[in-house]
DNA sequence: CAAAATTATGAAAACGTTTTCGACTACCTG
DNA sequence: CAGGTAGTCGAAAACGTTTTCATAATTTTG
């Protein structure tokens, strides 16, 4: 466990200033070519690094991003911290990362513990209990403090920051419009993100397509509900009416809405047409047959928060914008389970 | 975008010294409960939070932990990540993420990137380049510069750390011996993993199970190769070959099998038998049939790993322990896929 | 009432940097 | 030779903490 070389130790040992080998390491022109190659390679030789931490100190900033997602088994998550990551390596930036787990309280701890110049800002996706309770307080007093804040996914509209979301009532509209066109006429809803900002968007889409075309509303084949087990139990049910397409609002819904169909012995997509949100990893070209997905583009979404974020945080005081929702369009890619009819 | 507040600031304001300030927030015996109270309003009111970076430049150390993981959209990875946080946040550490993407180049640039005092010591799983190249100088260095790593699933032998591993060799064994046991006789072999240390080391146990059994090697329907495409032109062949049993050494490569073997018009279990390594977010359940899989326990991986990096930490000099390593033992989980003939 | 003990506060150093400014030498110029 | 100018280098401050030690004021003690 050898010490760590620091300017002072080098110093001494050099008999010089802690000054003039910092300029040396720097190259700055104030110092003799003579000593520069002297203190450079001792320094090599001692395999000297800068702390960052003094730099930190010094600079009052620490070109750190914290992320905060609530769960990353979820491959969407998964996806986007991705493309976080990718961004923020490039700009020289490193990404703390935090899981909240759908709780409001380790939101609320992770934002304590960062938001203490550790991070220069934030990335996050809300947790689904601060959903539930609609309680953003939190988000605020971090912005108050100064720090920015990015939000994606699923995001809350009173607090103000830049957010980055999928078209979500519109991509539920046109997926809707599509089982429609392929001649759908009984389409169930599944949804197990009901209480979750772009579960509440999604279904209005769904429910907007119906009406457009003026179906009316089946109550019976339509799910929405935010327990893994409510929806365990009622997915039998859903069968025991006429269906002959299924429009899933999450990833896992997809699977199941597919799995269950083939299991109640229906043919996908010969009697039930199937289309979900998801972002490609679990359900798409793995399955048989293959998932009929919206994009949602993970990657996507977290380059253009890190983007977005950077960009905040390295704009002068005179330059400072307005805060900015971007949306990325989403992409319906047609695979197995959908067929006209 | 208000300034944040200081041990300075508040001294100022209240007239009285930065040192009475912290000691007052600290609760020192030294200060009048008269002042205390008085200092601790004023922070309050403030939102004073102490600067972790004074902190850290103080105890030069961060309680932070840098986790390099090759890819995180694999979803072993990320029930690994998802384990080291859970444990390092219960021990107040915080984790910075790198994702090396396979990169050897990353993986250095992450590594020198963040031993400068960002972190107090690493967890790591080996990029596929690093391992291919056999070019470990680049841990040992950090290893030597006081820096702790512990390196979990793809390991480097020659280099002296802590490892969590899991029994890979005796895993594969005792999954071909079970495909032998339920009376299969010709098991192929796929792995698209032959260039990591885990791949090898299952196609070695895989070799044992049939010599132990007095089976002769069909190299026929055996695929040992490093990359997808290679992979793809060759698992039709195997099928050419009779074949009752398939074991396959990664995630992708058991999707692959099932998917093949279905395509091809077997019938899975009844005509062939698959068991393949995965830790159960891709195969598994949302299969039909569902993948009988040696499951990894990647979550306790991670959560082994980051105690173990975090008990290595916190030691004192005396007490310095020797290197562990730590092997984990897999689970056959028996799915729909296999079955006695 | 002087000396000692207690109590409350502040000054300064330390952690590792960078940067501004001042100081010293040697040389050149008029 | 006085004065100016490069050319080198070092001292000190700053970032935000904690902590040790000194100082001042007050109280207790003999």
């Keep these: 466990m050898k010490a760590k070389a620091t300017l002072k130790q080098i110093a001494k ?3 010089v200033s802690v000054s ?12 003799s070519e003579q000593t520069k190659v002297k203190i450079k390679e001792y320094a090599k030789l001692k395999n000297y690094k800068p702390n960052v931490i003094g730099l ?18 979820n491959s969407f998550f998964a996806k986007v911290f991705s493309g976080i990551e990718k961004v923020a390596d490039k700009k020289g930036y490193n990404v703390i990362t935090c899981i909240s787990n759908e709780s409001l309280e380790k939101e609320i701890h992770t934002l304590e513990m960062l938001s203490n110049g550790t991070i220069d800002g934030f990335i996050l996706s809300v947790s689904e209990e601060a959903q539930k309770l609609q309680d953003y307080s939190h988000f605020s007093a971090i912005i108050n403090d100064g720090t920015p804040i990015v939000m994606f996914d699923r995001i ?28 759908c006429k009984n389409i169930a809803l599944i949804s197990s993100v009901d209480n979750l900002s772009v579960g509440k968007l999604r279904a ?4 907007k397509a119906l009406k457009d075309n ?7 084949i339509i799910i929405r509900t935010d327990s893994e087990e409510d929806m365990k139990s009622k997915i039998d049910g859903i069968f025991d009416h006429k269906i002959d397409g299924i429009f899933a609002l999450e990833e896992n819904d997809s699977v199941a809405a597919l799995r269950m169909s083939l299991k109640k012995g229906f043919k996908v997509p010969e009697d039930i047409s199937i289309i979900g949100f998801a972002d490609g990893i679990l359900a798409s070209r793995r399955l048989s047959p293959s998932l009929t997905t919206v994009s949602q ?33 989403t992409k319906l890619k047609e695979r197995e389970s959908t067929r006209k009819k």
């Design 13 to 15: 040992e050099l008999n």
């Design 20 to 31: 003039t080998v910092s300029k040396a390491l720097n190259d700055s022109p104030e110092i």
């Design 56 to 73: 930190n100190l010094k600079n009052r900033k620490t070109k750190t991003i914290g992320v905060i997602i609530p769960n990353i088994l």
């Design 156 to 183: 809350a509209d009173e607090v103000e920051c830049d957010k980055v979301v999928v078209d979500d009532f519109d991509s539920a509209l046109n997926s809707t419009q599509h089982l429609i066109d392929l001649g």
């Design 204 to 207: 209005d889409g769904y429910l």
């Design 214 to 220: 003026n179906i009316s509303v089946n109550d019976n």
């Design 297 to 329: 583009h993970g990657i996507e979404i977290g380059e253009v928060a890190a983007k977005k974020l950077i960009e905040r945080l390295e704009e002068t005081e005179e330059e400072t914008s307005n805060y900015e929702t971007i949306v990325i369009k």
